[in-house]
């Protein structure tokens, strides 16, 4: 109405940020319940009315990282980032996309932006977590997973994090804690079972292993993954092997090969 009766340029910029505003809360909305496709386009329309509305940009990567469009979704946050320097939460959604690029230097320095600009930030504690886990810089890494626990008590891929980084650090006891507590937050995550299946199943430390846990265990996982995999059929085959059962254990191997991609046969 105001850009209907008022064509000074106060007053079109303050219509413009206003319905900028309206129209990426909307599509906030719309992508919280669901309705991905209609809040892209509200995200769309609110940058298209007001550009420098870096909430809506930022919105528009997440959904662009969520579809897979990795190299759209890195545009947005560096846009986001121009826009709004001290917004921790681009900087940790650009990270994600570094680690997963592989260029973990560029990771851990948009890790550390955003952990500075928001201590709080669970996910940015998890994610600088996980980098430091990937370079074996294992006491650091609990460091955040230990922060981000306590941040973010509920979360169960926070819980699953640190649970792998105990084990690859020899803690099994705090490991297997760490996947108990997991699946108490997610009964149904399949990865926790698999993993606590494999250390019962092939534990350095034979006081850890646990014959019959391990093939429930890894029953489990298979169960709740919804369809068979070269991981989970991997891990019952090392159960099945563990509890004295060897040709059982080759029949599930011999699956789990046919179902591994090509270049990692030969490791299965």
């Known amino acids: 109405q105001v850009l209907a009766i008022d064509e000074s340029s106060q007053a079109v910029a303050y219509s413009k940020s206003l319905a900028g505003w309206a129209l990426n809360r909307r599509g906030e909305l719309r992508a919280d319940n669901g309705r991905e496709r209609d809040a892209m386009l509200d995200f769309e329309d609110a940058i298209h009315t007001d550009p420098s509305l870096w909430r809506a940009v930022h919105n528009r990567g997440v959904m662009l990282a ?111 804690e760490g996947y108990r507590q997991t699946l108490e937050l997610d009964s149904a995550n399949d990865t926790a079972y698999r993993s606590l299946a494999w250390i019962q199943a092939t534990c350095p430390d034979e006081s850890f292993r646990n014959a019959e846990q391990a093939l429930a265990n890894a029953e489990l996982a298979l169960r709740h993954a919804g369809k068979e995999d070269d991981l989970t059929l991997d891990t019952l085959a090392a159960a099945q092997a563990n509890a004295g059962d060897f040709a059982g254990a080759q029949a599930t191997q011999a699956r789990a090969i046919e179902l591994a991609p090509a270049g990692e046969r030969s490791l299965y």
Do not use: W
């Open 66 to 176: 969520q579809q897979g469009q990795f190299a759209a979704a890195f545009d947005d946050f560096n846009r986001t980032v121009e826009l709004n320097p001290n917004f921790a939460k681009a900087y940790s959604n650009r990270a994600a996309l570094y680690t997963q690029a592989g260029d973990l230097a560029a990771a851990l320095d948009d890790y550390r932006q955003a952990i500075t600009l928001d201590p709080d930030l669970a996910v940015a504690h998890k994610g600088r977590g996980r980098v430091c886990h990937l370079i074996g810089n294992y006491e650091e890494a609990l460091q955040h997973f230990d922060a981000a626990v306590l941040l973010a008590p509920g979360d169960a891929h926070i819980a699953l994090g640190r649970a792998d980084l105990l084990a690859d650090m020899g803690r099994y006891a705090a490991a297997i």
